[in-house]
């Protein structure tokens, strides 16, 4: 048997269906959150942007976000609940153009496997509301390692007192 192109590109074109179909199929029953509201009053919360990428698991578009240039001593929080996520000691420049932490404050977020794109990543979402916030890689600073790539519009900065 040959193995040409096509070949190769059908069986990934396969490959890629299979893990979207399977991510679907054996994914996790939707988990109960302390902050829950539905989805009309989810809408009215939120602002279409927020909502999409909160309740509906979007991806706002690369260096678009303010909170890239937020600098200042404080916390990140989750838009949807106001859960402390990120302190802004651990907020990095990575260069990717989403506002990026190498770790998030305890209990305050989780991680489930996502198949959007056909292969799996680590989705990452607040442990209150269950709003999504973007995704962690394996790609970031010491002394973790983690990148956790937040869509900047899914957080709020909340300056540290003077």
């Not at 990934?12 to 199929?25: N, S």
């Not at 029953?29 to 009215?44: H, I, L, N």
């Not at 937020?70 to 609940?81: P, S």
Request: net charge positive; with cysteine; charged share 20%.
């Amino acid at each position: 048997m040959a193995i040409d192109r096509r070949t190769v590109l059908g069986a990934g074109l396969a490959a890629a269906v299979t893990a979207v179909i399977a991510g679907r199929a054996f994914s996790a029953p939707k988990e109960s959150f302390a902050v829950q509201f539905s989805d009309a009053e989810w809408r009215k919360r939120l602002s279409p942007a927020a909502y999409a990428i909160l309740r509906q698991d979007g991806t706002e578009r690369a260096f678009t976000s303010p909170l890239n240039k937020e600098h200042r001593a404080g916390t990140f929080l989750c838009a949807g609940c106001d859960l402390p996520l990120f302190p802004s000691t651990t907020k990095f420049e990575s260069g990717t153009g989403w506002p990026s932490f190498w770790r998030p404050l305890p209990r305050a977020v989780a991680v489930s496997t996502d198949y959007k794109i056909g292969v799996p990543r680590s989705a990452v979402h607040c442990t209150r509301c269950g709003g999504h916030l973007g995704h962690v890689f394996d790609d970031g600073p010491p002394p973790t390692g983690k990148r956790y790539c937040m869509n900047g519009v899914a957080l709020k900065f909340a300056p540290k007192a003077a």
